[in-house]
């Protein structure tokens, strides 16, 4: 008597199907084991990006309120106490209270 995996069924041999079952769920598993590590990276790139746009927007504000501070520091200067562009918002008026101190 021969070996199970020698019997055939129409053609096909059952270590045929032994096989080709093995190497499907191998290639599935690497599949899947490359799809969460790729998305565990995306995951962190997007966390690093969202941190450096909380920064780049920060320094930014702190750049527009500096820039505000310097054209005060220029209208009194020049002797015109009134700001050359009232429609500057300041988000810090806290920080306008030292210019005008001086």
Known sequence: ???????????ITIKNVVVTIISTASIVASVVTTYFGLKADIQSI?????????????????????????QKEMDV?????KPQNPSVKVKYPAL???????
Do not use: D
Request: glycine share 4%; no cysteine; charged share 25%.
């Open 96 to 102: 306008l209270s030292v210019v005008e101190k001086r």
């Open 77 to 81: 200067i020049k002797g015109n106490p």
């Open 46 to 70: 997007k966390s690093s990006q969202e941190t450096e746009e909380k920064i780049t927007n920060l320094r930014v504000t702190v750049l527009e309120n500096q820039v505000t501070l310097l």
């Open 1 to 11: 008597m021969t070996a199970i995996e020698n019997h055939q069924i129409k053609g």
